[in-house]
């Protein structure tokens, strides 16, 4: 997944050249077991770490401080520090659910609050896949109300999220409809939302993914 946490990296740059190279950014990594780390023949959840790390890696080697955030941890033995290994990825979760929660888990206000990130990292929708971008929207809405509520700045790097090692047509199709959503957030001044801060990311073709089982490749 070096092409994926490349791809995150430059779009951070995009967001943060203007900061302070020592002012801490938090960023919440928020999805499912895709960002978690699990289903990826690590029957271990502290070496479970997805594009985690190599982004820790990336950001930390060009001089910004940075603390990854959520109510979960995974991935502790790789990082070398639990404290490191904070996200929101929660295996098996629907797009939905992020915004309802789910008993004893808490929901997407909840991490917000607790939490206070600059920025989202949000990769979701594999599970209980439809076309509609409906809940995404959710999704971005709960976020804009949490910055209006509370005063504070979230960028949010939306992913096309990866496809299958079967090729799934819905899932191209999510991705459509879900940058469709986005764009008009981003540039249509006759959206509610206009100017949302996002930035799309295309990790369904755009970030080198291999997708085959046999022989191995990142599936």
């Given at each position: 997944m070096c092409l994926s946490s490349i791809l995150f990296f430059v779009f951070f740059l995009e967001i943060i050249i203007a900061s302070p190279v020592n002012a801490e950014i938090k960023i919440m990594p928020l999805?499912?077991?895709?960002?978690?780390?699990?289903?990826?023949?690590?029957?271990?959840?502290?070496?479970?770490?997805?594009?985690?790390?190599?982004?820790?890696?990336?950001?930390?080697?060009?001089?910004?401080?940075?603390?990854?955030?959520?109510?979960?941890?995974?991935g502790s033995a790789v990082?070398?520090?639990?404290?490191?290994?904070?996200?929101?990825?929660?295996?098996?979760?629907?797009d939905d659910q992020i915004v309802s929660g789910l008993p004893g888990?808490?929901?997407?206000?909840?991490?917000?609050?607790?939490?206070?990130?600059?920025?989202?990292?949000?990769?979701?929708?594999?599970?209980?896949?439809?076309?509609?971008?409906n809940d995404v929207k959710n999704i971005l809405d709960?976020?804009?109300?949490?910055?209006?509520?509370?005063?504070?700045?979230?960028?949010?790097?939306?992913?096309?999220?990866i496809n299958r090692n079967v090729y799934s047509s819905t899932t191209t199709q999510f991705n459509t409809n879900v940058y469709n959503m986005a764009f008009d957030r981003i540039n249509n001044p006759g959206n509610p939302a206009y100017p949302d801060k996002i930035k799309i990311v295309d990790m369904e073709n755009g970030a080198g993914i291999n997708y085959a089982l046999n022989p191995p490749g990142d599936m």
């Open positions: 999805g499912d077991s895709i960002t978690y780390g699990s289903s990826s023949g690590e029957p271990d959840s502290d070496y479970m770490v997805s594009y985690r790390k190599i982004l820790w890696d990336v950001l930390t080697t060009n001089s910004y401080e940075v603390d990854f955030v959520g109510s979960l941890n995974s990082f070398g520090d639990s404290n490191l290994a904070d996200h929101e990825g929660h295996p098996g979760w629907r888990y808490g929901k997407l206000e909840d991490w917000l609050i607790a939490e206070r990130p600059n920025i989202v990292l949000l990769h979701i929708g594999t599970n209980g896949l439809d076309p509609s971008p709960v976020i804009d109300n949490y910055e209006n509520n509370l005063d504070e700045s979230v960028w949010v790097i939306l992913a096309r999220i």
